[in-house]
């Protein structure tokens, strides 16, 4: 038996295309993890403390965040999706505003 029979025989080719694309998507994203050698935990923290930031300054929909690892010609990446509900006041903003009240 060849090397390229045995593979087919692991990987048919009559798989429909959607599992076909699933299956590649979650293979980049075990190898992105794998190459960024970034454990679980670690992408968790991250992903609080960037939206902890991200909350300062929009107030962002919570159920629909998507965030990870993407890997795409050698380079992996950190995707971040964060649907944005309505822009908060800017800092500086807040800060006008406070010395205003003080003044008066």
Do not use: W
Not at 20 to 42: C, N, S, Y
Not at 60 to 74: K, T
Request: hydrophobic share 35%; proline share 3%.
């Amino acid at each position: 038996m060849k090397v390229i029979d045995f593979l087919e025989m692991l990987f048919p080719r009559n798989h429909d295309a959607d599992s076909g694309q699933q299956a590649k998507e979650r293979l980049q994203a075990v190898l992105a993890h794998d190459r960024a050698t970034i454990t679980p935990e670690i992408i968790d923290t991250m992903r609080r403390e960037i939206l902890e930031v991200v909350a300062c300054y929009v107030d962002v929909d919570r159920d629909e965040i998507e965030f990870g690892l993407e890997n795409s010609q050698r380079i992996t990446s950190l995707i971040a999706h964060f649907p944005i509900r309505k822009v908060k006041r800017t800092t500086t903003e807040k800060m006008n505003s406070t010395e205003q009240s003080k003044k008066t």
